[in-house]
């Protein structure tokens, strides 16, 4: 088994390969003058068994173009086996049509990533995990919990809250690897205009306690600060904030979180971050169990 | 039969439509804030002969991915045939691995169009017509030169010169178009540099009259450039470009090619244009003409 870092791997390539014992290269990537990307795969690996490891945030549109040319390049090659491992999957929230008449823009792209030559597929924490049933091939799903509770570990009798439904799995999850207890917030989300509010908030459970806020993605941080807001009303005595995907999409998203008073932000390296505000925990031990 | 314009047709789909004699609709679309694309078809199109215009312009990954998006969305939606019309294609120019281990981008692009639900294929004058063998299903070029020629009448005896071999079938038609004669240069370039250098020059049939240069592409100008300077050596009273795809990728492009003497530049609307030294030809007539 070899590990290729694609464009857009973040460190991660070099992590797994560290974690696994086998060698690392990275592609030869470009963009031309008018905008196209270039990709080759500079080394000889006919017969491998390859791992190509290509995150797809911000811009995501050509980090999958870049992904797509490996495969298609490494196919080329005659590998024995491709695994994509795409850390931070782009479009995995519109893994439903919502409304009718909406592209199911996470079929197109785990369909393109089948269809230019990836024979497995590991994602870190999908939006949600029945979308990757769009893969047609062996897809997996790498749990980074592990890592995120022992970045979380020395924190006192701490109360997880999934800031919605959906989190609620996640949360328990995170609660069960620190032996915390959980609750959660019911929110609901305008299709149209984007705009979250709350239906149900948290309980007296609070009260006095460092809240753990987990969500997979932070994106404008609404949701967050929402969700520090009700806690701190709820007599919370410290909000924490931990979400695996950190997007942070406003410039003024991390000032907005802190001031909320969430006192840390914690999130992985599936997206590159240049804060000093976030503390960035390693996902490559989760993708290497997959492996 | 419709025309549903995607986000790239650049007037293209309703020129289209008019010609056609058809309806034509715009699709729903919008970026989210992180930077993904939304696409949703907001009519009713169950049964119908769908075709989509989406030019693949800058920035191509996103045009390409909204494409594919389209194609996903207009599949759901149960319409009879999907013909996708790219006026510009993409990555056509990666239509060969010049080195080992490259991505053969335009196939990448070709079968993901494809898959995505596009039953046939249009694409104005690619790069190497040969390119379009990648797209398994009906694939077919529109051939703008009898619009570019009708921009070009009235010039005095012109000749028509090919910058370089690859150019020559496009100069051999237009000269036909016009009942003019032609010439053509050798160009090198350097796969790594990017950089161009002239074979073999132009012959004295130049001397005393107008040229006409004519490629695919206009990207950094250097082609057109070099071929108006050699043009101007060998003697040629006036020199004009014309070329399918005016891409001018650097911000001073234009002015570089009117530096070089070059009195009209003349492109056709497969790329958005904005500078008034520009002239541009509507391309619907030669689609319509393949639909």
Same mark, same amino acid.
């Given at each position: 088994?070899?590990?290729?870092?694609?464009?857009?791997?973040?460190?991660?390539?070099?992590?797994?390969?560290?974690?696994?014992?086998?060698?690392?290269?990275?592609?030869?990537?470009?963009?031309?003058?008018?905008?196209?990307?270039?990709?080759?795969?500079?080394?000889?690996?006919?017969?491998?068994?390859?791992?190509?490891?290509?995150?797809?945030?911000? #811009?995501?549109?050509?980090?999958?173009?870049?992904?797509?040319?490996?495969?298609?390049?490494?196919?080329? %090659?005659?590998?024995?086996?491709? $695994?994509?491992?795409?850390?931070? %999957?782009?479009?995995?929230?519109?893994?439903?049509?919502?409304?009718?008449?909406?592209?199911?823009?996470?079929?197109? *792209? %785990?369909?393109?990533?089948?269809?230019?030559?990836?024979?497995? %597929?590991?994602?870190?924490?999908?939006?949600? #995990?029945?979308?990757?049933?769009?893969?047609?091939?062996?897809?997996?799903?790498?749990?980074?919990?592990?890592?995120?509770?022992?970045?979380?570990?020395?924190?006192?009798?701490?109360?997880?809250?999934? #800031?919605?439904?959906?989190?609620?799995?996640?949360?328990?999850?995170? +609660?069960?690897?620190?032996?915390?207890?959980?609750?959660?917030?019911?929110?609901?989300?305008?299709? *149209? $205009?984007?705009?979250?509010?709350?239906?149900?908030?948290? =309980?007296?459970?609070?009260?006095?306690?460092?809240?753990?806020?987990?969500?997979?993605?932070?994106? /404008?941080?609404?949701?967050?600060?929402?969700?520090?807001? +009700?806690?701190?009303?709820?007599?919370?005595?410290?909000?924490?904030? =931990?979400? *695996?995907?950190?997007?942070?999409?406003?410039?003024?998203?991390?000032?907005?979180?802190?001031?909320?008073?969430?006192?840390?932000?914690?999130?992985?390296? /599936?997206?590159?971050?240049?804060?000093?505000?976030?503390?960035?925990?390693?996902?490559? #031990?989760?993708?290497?169990?997959?492996?």
């Amino acid at each position: 088994m070899i590990v290729i870092g694609g464009s857009a791997h973040n460190g991660i390539g070099q992590s797994l390969a560290k974690i696994l014992g086998v060698k690392f290269y990275e592609v030869e990537h470009k963009v031309f003058p008018d905008g196209e990307s270039y990709i080759r795969i500079p080394m000889d690996v006919m017969g491998e068994d390859v791992v190509v490891v290509q995150s797809t945030y911000y #811009p995501q549109d050509k980090h999958v173009m870049e992904l797509l040319l490996m495969l298609e390049a490494l196919n080329a %090659l005659m590998v024995s086996n491709v $695994t994509a491992v795409v850390p931070y %999957l782009a479009y995995s929230r519109q893994d439903r049509r919502f409304r009718h008449g909406e592209a199911l823009s996470i079929k197109v *792209v %785990l369909q393109a990533i089948r269809h230019s030559g990836a024979n497995s %597929l590991v994602v870190v924490e999908p939006h949600h #995990p029945d979308a990757l049933a769009h893969f047609e091939g062996d897809a997996r799903i790498a749990d980074p919990i592990p890592e995120l509770a022992s970045a979380l570990k020395g924190i006192n009798d701490p109360v997880i809250l999934a #800031p919605d439904k959906g989190a609620l799995d996640r949360a328990q999850r995170l +609660a069960k690897a620190l032996g915390a207890d959980y609750d959660y917030l019911e929110k609901s989300r305008d299709r *149209v $205009t984007g705009e979250v509010s709350l239906v149900s908030g948290p =309980t007296e459970k609070l009260r006095g306690r460092s809240v753990i806020l987990v969500d997979d993605i932070i994106s /404008t941080g609404g949701t967050m600060v929402l969700a520090a807001k +009700a806690s701190y009303e709820a007599g919370a005595k410290e909000v924490i904030a =931990t979400a *695996v995907h950190g997007l942070f999409v406003s410039d003024n998203t991390i000032e907005r979180i802190k001031a909320a008073g969430i006192k840390r932000i914690i999130v992985t390296n /599936t997206v590159p971050q240049t804060s000093p505000h976030v503390e960035v925990v390693d996902v490559s #031990p989760s993708i290497a169990r997959k492996l």
